[in-house]
């Protein structure tokens, strides 16, 4: 299977197409993705799957060396899917040289949590969507749903652009224990991985509590429950209406909670509906 490494050539192969679906990744492949790319690839005609560790979105250099990159097994992954095209280019085809990124101006909702937590985080993801949505004109675009802020930055970013797109939010894939899949995941050694497992637990406490509870005494909780998890590190535990935060129909009473940590030396994030 060929990974094109220039958008140009790719293009040139989308003149008849009726529907493109867009898939971005930033490769090391995982089910999760897979749910995506099956997904995308049965409501369009041809599909672009980009595997691209787009640097701008890391305020951390030595983040961004260790992100984990495996295209060989990607690429076999990818291998049974046959309305598929791969872009996987290089810096250069992405990026003019010193370019420097934009800065987008798309209110609260992106300034809380990993945009807080993150700062330039949102900017580097803004670009590159903007710059995928402009190479491919796809007509509908997938996004897991624990990158939940994430959706709901492309969401404003194609309203700003007034672009004619479908931003497709799909349900985040499990482990068996309850756990997120992630690219980074990987990383975990087993002690760290078993801590991890406690992220779906304690969205699920806060979901139960929720109806009987305030969000303050239900993020107090969480947080005492979280100092006694081996090696897990709180970052951040919040309810949100997304509707207060956000005017679109689609989030009216909406209701989430989310919560970002460090275990080990990995930074995970997961959240639920509630
Ligand atoms: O969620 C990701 O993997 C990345 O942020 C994305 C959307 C591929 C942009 O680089």
Known sequence: MRAYTSYKDIVKLLNKVNSI???????????????????????????IISIYVNPKQFNNTSELKKYPRDIKNDLKM????????????NDSDVYE??????????????????????????????TIIEK????????????????????LLVKILVKELKLDLNVISCQTIRESDGLAMSSRNKFLNKYERKSASQLIILLTKAKKMYNTSSSE??????????????????????????????????????????????????????????
């Open 78 to 89: 990818l291998k049974t899917f046959n309305n598929i095209i791969i872009y996987a280019p």
């Open 217 to 274: 005494a239900i993020r107090d909780i969480i947080f005492k429950d979280a100092m006694s998890i081996d090696n897990f590190q709180l970052e951040y535990f919040e309810i949100l209406n997304i509707s207060n935060l956000l005017n679109f129909f689609e989030y009216k009473n909406e209701i989430r909670a989310f919560i970002a940590c460090k275990i080990g030396n990995t930074r995970l994030i997961d959240n639920i509906r509630i």
């Open 97 to 126: 040289k010193g370019e420097i990124i934009k800065k987008y101006e798309f209110g609260q909702i992106l300034k809380i949590m990993e945009g807080k937590q993150r700062p330039g985080h949102f900017d580097g993801v803004a």
């Open 21 to 47: 679906g867009l898939v971005p990744t930033m490769g090391s492949l995982h089910d999760g993705h897979l749910s995506l790319i099956k997904r995308a690839s049965i409501e369009n005609e041809k599909v």
């Open 132 to 151: 995928l949505l402009k190479m491919f004109k796809p007509n509908n675009a997938y996004f897991g749903e624990k990158d939940f802020q994430q959706i």
